[in-house]
């Protein structure tokens, strides 16, 4: 991108309330069958004029399409049983009935490709794409096939590759996979995590690649961990060497309201950074002033080229109107701190 500071948000958006149950994850599909397939369209067509009006540079589908972030997903593969579930433990935080893996796993079919053409057709800005990454897919399921954590994520590593490059086809300009599992399993994250990632990204020449790593939702299970990190979430430090080497292009953090370190983000110079300047457990919209006190402080680590101002993590569980604002708010934080970047540089010259 050529504008400096370019906005966009981390992923999900509310969806409308005729689509599906508001300020609720999984929340099921309130339409059927044609009705359901041109509600989503809709609902892309609604997300996208949000997004614009609000000013948001690189535009996300919000995620309408899609029920959870990490099952839709796996929900198009073959070999995984999703009547015959499991209970274990998701992150290491909080128990929950998932589905079992109970044999090859294969994509049959493209899983998002047709949505994201949809998308692509409807707007000429910059599109940002998110999928599962390897590990936060196999850290969602029961495994009794592989056995192995490691088997499986490359497996997953090698659909997700076949997926990402069909987005890449029709024209998705950032593909963004989802690793929350990053922030907790670091041994596994520089052992095997990155590894398939990078098989993940593998080929793709034409889009760029991100990984978004954060705390959560604003959901209980996630605010009760964060209680336990201490006054200091040191985290990413953990992980940040490894992707700094690493072939991704572009890292998404939490950072707003967040007890991370900012100078953390030292670690991964020279990537690009989407910098969370939202926090999007809270209820309150955000002072432009705030946001840009974010970036501020971001910008003593990142480029400022390569500083992307962006929400903490979806906000798919917020209410709309919460939503919008929020997304106001980061556009217009982002426009001061613009400004002051182009002052300095006229100043300078
Ligand atoms: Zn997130």
Redesign the pocket.
């Known amino acids: 991108m050529t504008k400096l500071l370019p906005t966009s948000s981390?992923?999900s958006l509310p969806k409308p309330s005729w689509l599906a149950e508001p300020e609720k994850l999984w929340s099921p599909w309130k339409l059927e069958g044609e009705d359901l397939v041109s509600g989503k369209q809709d609902a892309l067509r609604v997300v996208l004029q949000e997004q614009q009006a609000a000013g948001i540079d690189i535009v996300s589908d919000g995620e309408q399409t899609r029920q959870h972030f990490v099952t839709t997903f796996i929900e198009g593969l073959e070999g995984v049983d999703f009547e015959k579930r499991e209970t274990v433990k998701i992150r290491d935080r909080y128990d929950a009935s998932v589905p079992t893996v109970t044999g090859p796993v294969s994509r049959p079919n493209s899983v998002f490709v047709e949505d994201a053409k949809f998308y692509r057709s409807q707007t000429d800005k910059p599109i940002k794409w998110a999928l599962p990454g390897p590990m936060t897919m196999v850290d969602t399921l029961y495994d009794d096939h592989y056995k192995s954590r490691k088997d499986l994520a490359w497996e997953f590593a090698k659909l997700l590759n076949e997926e990402a490059k069909e987005l890449e086809a029709v024209g998705i300009d950032i593909i963004q996979f989802?690793e929350?599992a990053f922030n907790v399993f670091f041994e596994e994250v520089n052992d095997w995590g990155i590894d398939c990632l990078e098989r993940a990204i593998e080929g793709l020449t034409k889009c760029e690649t991100a990984v978004?790593i954060?705390y959560?939702?604003g959901i209980k299970a996630n605010n009760d961990w964060k209680e336990t990190l201490g006054s200091e979430w040191r985290q990413y430090e953990e992980v940040f060497p490894r992707i700094q080497k690493s072939n991704i292009d572009m890292v998404s953090l939490e950072c707003q309201n967040s007890r991370v370190p900012i100078e953390l983000i030292e670690l991964i110079r020279g990537k690009k950074v989407f910098v969370g300047a939202i926090d999007v457990a809270s209820d309150k919209v955000e002072t432009p002033e705030e946001v840009a006190a974010t970036i501020r402080e971001a910008l003593k680590y990142v480029d400022a080229d390569k500083l992307y101002p962006c929400t903490?993590?979806?906000m798919a569980p917020l209410p709309r109107d919460l939503s919008r604002g929020k997304l106001s708010a980061l556009v217009a934080g982002a426009e001061i701190v613009r400004k002051e970047l182009l002052a300095a540089e006229a100043a300078a010259a």
């Open positions: 981390a992923g989802d929350p978004h954060c959560g939702y903490n993590c979806g």
